[in-house]
């Protein structure tokens, strides 16, 4: 492990770039938002490759290689890969998980930035009623191969089942011979969710 940190500055700058680049790159697919322009981010990576790596300092302390023999410096590899790319990868699973706790949000924002990110991000199935500008209601299956837009896309919506409905709002029956329909951000006003068994 301490070959780490020997050799170059590209050597270095990549050991201090890559993990904090890929708990960025990760992150960002779970959370919805801007797409991150990296010559923007660099110092962010690497401030966060060197929190990865504060927190194995144990870890890396405790292998000298010249403690071990020839063949058992072979398997140094292993804790190389877990602080290089392993751990990285999963630090924003946990930081979302984190933040999701009522004790984290009592202190701090959620980190999904619209309810609607929030909503279907959840991947949850609903029988939904979406309201148009034009006062029409379209009902629905929003089921597991139903789709949402995420940010920064404008909340864009396909139902894998239409429903005709009465004048109540009751769902009848499903729409004969029908793939589904895809709403556009731009008609809608609001969205009903309703429980689905």
Known sequence: MEKLF???????????????????KIYDLLVP?????????AFDAIAYSALNFA????????????????????????P?????LVCPAIW???LIKL?????????????????????????EQFWIIVHLKDLRRIGGRFGTQSFASSSPAEPEIYLEEAWKLDDNGAFLAPV???????IMADEIVAVELFEYN
């Open 99 to 123: 933040a999701s706790t009522k004790l984290f949000l009592r202190y701090f924002v959620h980190p999904t930035p619209r309810a609607w990110d929030y909503l279907f991000g959840r991947r």
């Open 33 to 41: 938002g801007e797409r991150r322009d990296f010559s923007k981010s």
């Open 6 to 24: 020997e050799g170059n500055t590209l050597s270095l700058f990549l050991i201090f770039f890559i993990p904090g680049f890929i708990s960025l």
């Open 176 to 182: 004969e011979r029908s793939r589904g329909i895809l």
């Open 80 to 84: 190389a890969y877990l602080v290089l």
């Open 55 to 78: 927190v194995f300092l144990p870890l890396i302390l405790l292998i000298q290689p010249e403690l071990f023999s020839a063949r058992q410096k072979n398997w140094l590899i292993v």
């Open 92 to 94: 924003p699973f946990l």
